[in-house]
């Protein structure tokens, strides 16, 4: 079994900033890949970012890019999504999440956070 905790959401301005963290612990070894989805109210929930744990590499969606870093903490077992250049459409409950290889499907990623909701205001 694999815990993980979100922290870091809120409220901003659109162009503002927030930092996303997920603190993973538990059977964490097998899960070498954590990633960040994200679902907004009346859609599906869509692949953000991940990042090889093992490597350091990263992925994002093509929505993000630019403006949202993953990074990792392996001795904290930590992830943290520095989110930029805010805007409304950004406005979702952000979760995170742990597969044992890279994929963007949500389905792939056996454990979950509880997800944390990020506004963004126009």
């Known amino acids: 079994q694999v815990q993980l905790v979100e922290s870091g959401g809120g409220l901003v301005q659109a162009g503002g900033s927030l930092r996303l963290s997920c603190a993973a612990s538990?059977?964490?070894?097998?899960?070498?890949?954590m990633g960040w989805f994200r679902q907004a109210p009346g859609k599906e929930r869509e692949f953000v970012a991940a990042?090889?744990?093992?490597?350091?590499?990263?992925y994002y969606a093509d929505s993000v890019k630019g403006r949202f870093t993953i990074s990792r903490d392996n001795a904290k077992n930590t992830v943290s999504l520095q989110m930029n250049s805010l805007k409304p459409e950004d406005t979702a409950v952000y979760y995170c999440?742990?597969?044992?290889?890279?994929?963007?499907?949500?389905?792939?990623?056996?454990?979950w956070g509880q997800g944390t909701q990020v506004t963004v205001s126009s």
């Open positions: 999440a742990v597969a044992p290889r890279y994929n963007q499907r949500a389905d792939q990623y056996r454990y």
């Open positions: 990042i090889r744990r093992s490597s350091g590499s990263t």
């Open positions: 538990g059977r964490t070894f097998g899960s070498d890949v």
